[in-house]
């Protein structure tokens, strides 16, 4: 198998410490212990304008090479803050009323990925296959191949693709989409992911296709959908064993309290404001439960320097104050809104104590939580998933309970009806959703990927390939 390069925005240089990686993390490093390779991406420093910030940073562990950089406080600006977070990122999430283009952002997007390819043209050989992840690096592929890369290059979207009335709404929508083709095997979360992309397409040039094999602007490539995974078992096993002292001190706090989990970044494609209305719908229509339960959600500040997330922890502490203070008592506080990280070995713990796992985002690619709350439960005794149906995970837990996130009263029904749930079903739907995680795990997500990319041509084959055509038809 040919050595792999993995590129991403963001790359986790091992530094010693013990901290429990991501699955994600976790399933690209395996991939580069089998065959040898490069991560290359952004070490997350951010240099100051005029800064040296060529050098790249080398580090060899377990056989792979992991180069990583910094980058100068105006490209972190434009092309990660503005044109990644503040056009790409709410666009792709149908939220274009946050979308906030600026052509300079565009331009320093560009310049930054463009930069990146020179970077990383050094590290290459010939016969390197080359994974690129996410919406950041967009146009990266075009960019080698303008440098004369002709290896083979995927790319994997782990966020939606919006439909053609979205995407195409962004300024340079022609430009990616082109860019776009470039790759030879285009990844997505989900069937209908694909679709919108090959719309976007077909609606800008003559789009060919036979199967999952295409042709556009001139190239051939693939597309196809690769559901992420977890690890199930890793899962299971940090949410097994003994309880810290402060999860004993949770546990007896909760008493026979039922407890209702939700985690996940500060993020207004969450749906947070819109679960706290339906945790009041749950108080309101059914008073039965007031007393008896406790919704904890857990929502870390990320891109805090970005307007919209400083307007979504505003609304979320304000809508918190208002719902404990309609219906708290003395003895008892409805809602715990916690804006602060926690260990991923202790949340999976924290998922295994809770009876309602919370997952009701707006729009997700996938949504990992969703699956890990699910690995981490108890067999015997396991919680119950409530799931929006605009995630991606909602196409495989199809035994979660599935809800529209925007009708508040519907996801108030489901979690009565959660609270109440009978052991016999609540373990009949775990069984039926393990039994799909551990088929679609991690391992097979990135197998299969890698196997389908390595089947494709190079780009130089396919080139030849063509220039034999051109002169038989000449010939002839």
């Known amino acids: ?36 390779g490069v991560w290359f991406g952004w070490n997350g420093n951010i240099n100051e304008i005029g800064e040296d910030d060529d050098e790249l940073s080398m580090l060899e562990q377990d056989g792979i090479t992991y180069a990583s950089f910094g980058l100068n406080q105006n490209d972190y600006d434009l092309y990660y803050l503005q044109f990644s977070n503040a056009v790409l990122w709410p666009a792709f999430h149908y939220r274009l009323d946050l979308v ?29 296959v080359l994974w690129i992840h996410d919406y950041h690096l967009l146009p990266f592929a075009a960019e080698l191949r303008e440098l004369g890369v002709t290896n083979r290059i995927g790319f994997f979207l782990h966020i939606p693709f919006p439909t053609p009335e979205i995407f ?13 083709c470039d790759y030879d095997l285009l990844g997505f979360q989900t069937e209908s992911d694909r679709i919108a992309f090959l719309e976007c397409v077909s609606l800008l040039t003559s789009l060919q296709t036979e199967g999952k094999q295409h042709r556009a602007f001139g190239n051939r490539f693939a597309t196809e959908v690769y559901p992420i995974g977890i690890e199930p078992d890793s899962i299971k096993e940090m949410a097994e064993g003994p309880l810290p002292p402060k999860m004993v001190a949770m546990k007896r706090d909760l008493g026979d309290a039922q407890n209702i989990i939700a985690c996940e970044r500060l993020d207004y494609s969450k749906g947070l404001p819109e679960r706290f209305l339906a945790y009041e719908a749950l108080l309101e ?7 008896k339960i406790r919704y904890s959600q857990i929502a870390p500040t990320s891109r805090g320097d970005v307007q919209a997330y400083q307007d979504i922890r505003h609304q979320l502490e304000t809508e918190a104050g208002r719902i404990n203070g309609k219906y708290g008592t003395l003895g008892w506080t409805p809602l715990y809104y916690l804006n602060q990280h926690f260990d991923r070995r202790l949340l999976m713990k924290i998922f295994r104590l809770t009876d309602i796992g919370l997952v009701t985002p707006l729009r997700d690619g996938m949504n990992l939580v969703a699956k890990e709350y699910v690995a981490a439960q108890d067999p015997d005794d396991p919680g119950v998933l409530v799931l929006s149906r605009f995630a991606g995970a909602a196409n ?15 996801v108030a029904a489901a979690l009565d009806r959660a609270l109440t749930m009978s052991r016999t079903e609540r373990i009949s739907r775990y069984n039926d959703m393990m039994a799909v995680l551990r088929q679609n795990d991690i391992a097979h997500w990135r197998k299969s990927y890698l196997q389908d990319l390595q089947a494709l041509k190079p780009r130089s084959e396919q080139e030849n390939e063509e220039k034999k055509v051109v002169s038989f038809t000449r010939l002839a």
């Open 100 to 128: 906030n283009f600026q052509r300079e952002a565009w331009e320093g997007y560009s310049r930054v990925n463009k930069l990146l390819a020179q970077r990383l043209l050094p590290l290459l050989k010939p016969d390197d």
């Open 1 to 36: 198998m040919s050595r792999l390069v993995v590129v991403s925005n963001r790359i986790a240089v091992p530094d010693g410490s013990k901290v429990s990686a991501g699955g994600l993390t976790v399933g690209i490093v395996d991939a580069l212990k089998t065959t040898g």
């Open 168 to 180: 195409n709404a962004l300024p340079p929508h022609a430009e990616l989409l082109e860019m776009m």
């Open 285 to 291: 229509n059914f008073p039965q439960h007031r007393g």
């Open 396 to 410: 495989e837990l199809t035994s979660a309970l599935i809800v529209n996130p925007y009708d508040r009263d519907e």
